[in-house]
């Protein structure tokens, strides 16, 4: 019975830790509705806004990262392509940082600091889809 138990409970953590390209385009659209929502949070100057967007950019961010159908591949291009992937971790710490410099600079009541730091973003993000996508 306890083995089974631990069977179940280890299968679930496996399976939990399993991240999927279609997972990957679920934190993608995510990421884009937090963009938009910072946007409308520094037009309508409201923080309250500004923070949701924020905190689901930086909370969607962190979990992006190469999916599994990567991983296992043994394919040459296709580890090339994973390496570049890799490369493009930097780029997710970048944006995670520059989402910190949005609410900051709001805070501070300097709203075109913040809209700056949010084209940075963009630009992080566009350049990722660059090098991983060639979009
Ligand atoms: C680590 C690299 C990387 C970063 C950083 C990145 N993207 Fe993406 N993005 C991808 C990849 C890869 C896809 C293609 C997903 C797929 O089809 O597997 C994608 C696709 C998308 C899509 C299309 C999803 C769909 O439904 O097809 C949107 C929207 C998007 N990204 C938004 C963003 C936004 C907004 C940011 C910045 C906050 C961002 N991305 C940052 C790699 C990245």
């Given amino acids: 019975m306890k083995i089974i138990a631990l069977l179940i409970l280890s299968s679930i953590v496996i399976f939990a830790s399993i991240y999927t390209k279609a997972d990957r385009i679920k934190d993608m659209q ?26 689901l950019l930086s909370d969607t961010i962190r979990k992006v990262k190469p999916p599994i159908e990567v ?52 630009k992080q993000c566009i350049q990722c889809h660059y090098e991983v996508l060639d979009w």
Wanted: glycine share 4%; aromatic share 6%.
């Fill in 30 to 55: 995510i990421m884009e509705k937090a963009m938009s929502t910072i946007s409308t949070g520094i037009l309508y100057n409201n923080i309250d806004i500004v923070k949701d967007g924020a905190m």
């Fill in 71 to 122: 991983e296992v591949e043994k394919d040459p291009m296709a580890r090339y392509i994973n390496n570049r992937v890799i490369f493009s971790n930097k780029i997710v710490r970048n944006i995670d940082r520059k989402v910190k410099t949005i609410l900051e600079r709001f805070r501070d009541g300097d709203s075109r600091a913040a809209s700056q730091a949010h084209a940075k973003i963009m």
